[in-house]
T-cell receptor
Framework: DAGVTQSPTHLIKTRGQQVTLRCSPKSGHDTVSWYQQALGQGPQFIFQYYEEEERQRGNFPDRFSGHQFPNYSSELNVNALLLGDSALYLC???????????FGPGTRLTVT | GIQVEQSPPDLILQEGANSTLRCNFSDSVNNLQWFHQNPWGQLINLFYIPSGTKQNGRLSATTVATERYSLLYISSSQTTDSGVYFCAVGSEKLVFGKGMKLTVNP
């Protein structure tokens, strides 16, 4: 039973560029949530996708956008990268919007 | 929004000692989870415990939802228990505490 997978593992981008991160949920899960974890902090909620729609959004600017595909996988896009976007990006999946979430290994993004 | 406070922020133990981690939250929630984050950043699910008590080996957890707190007990700690422990609460999205760094020395 495959768990949550994310790609790529690491990424280095330049300020102003755009980046796309990918997530495949655990088998049987239909809901994907994205979190940003800065160094030394707890993860912060970015947004959640269910039935291919954004259900909830945290306190992140419109530069952060996402998408969920019919197979429940998801993408996180960040435009006009800032140095402060450097962080570990975590994807979590669950069966339904209000149940136990399982996390992927994360994508570590460095913006130079 | 929901506030989550974890205590203590840091803990250093000798192998074999017991410890209790506390998580206080400010509002009623449908979801409460405890995680252990390994050095590579992977969040490992320990407990899904919106209420009640659960045990898994040397670890156990209790959530008293009416009083808005949860406790994670680690007994007979091992060096492999070292890392950061997070409590996360919510109804749909999870709100994380700042974490508790546990160091278990041999």
């Amino acid at each position: 039973d495959a768990g949550v997978t994310q790609s790529p593992t690491h990424l280095i981008k330049t300020r102003g560029q755009q980046v796309t991160l990918r997530c495949s949920p655990k088998s049987g899960h239909d809901t994907v949530s994205w979190y940003q974890q800065a160094l030394g902090q707890g993860p912060q909620f970015i947004f959640q996708y269910y039935e291919e729609e954004e259900r909830q959004r945290g306190n992140f600017p419109d530069r952060f956008s996402g998408h969920q595909f019919p197979n429940y996988s998801s993408e996180l896009n960040v435009n006009a990268l800032l140095l402060g976007d450097s962080a570990l990006y975590l994807c979590a999946s669950s069966y339904g919007i209000n149940y136990e979430q399982y996390f992927g290994p994360g994508t570590r993004l460095t913006v130079t | 929004g929901i506030q989550v406070e974890q205590s203590p922020p840091d803990l250093i133990l000798q192998e074999g000692a017991n410890s209790t981690l506390r998580c206080n939250f400010s509002d009623s929630v449908n979801n409460l989870q405890w995680f252990h984050q390994n050095p590579w950043g992977q969040l490992i699910n320990l407990f899904y415990i919106p209420s009640g008590t659960k045990q898994n080996g040397r670890l156990s957890a209790t959530t008293v939802a009416t009083e808005r707190y949860s406790l994670l007990y680690i007994s007979s700690s091992q060096t492999t228990d070292s890392g950061v422990y997070f409590c996360a609460v919510g109804s749909e999205k999870l709100v994380f505490g700042k974490g508790m760094k546990l160091t278990v020395n041999p």
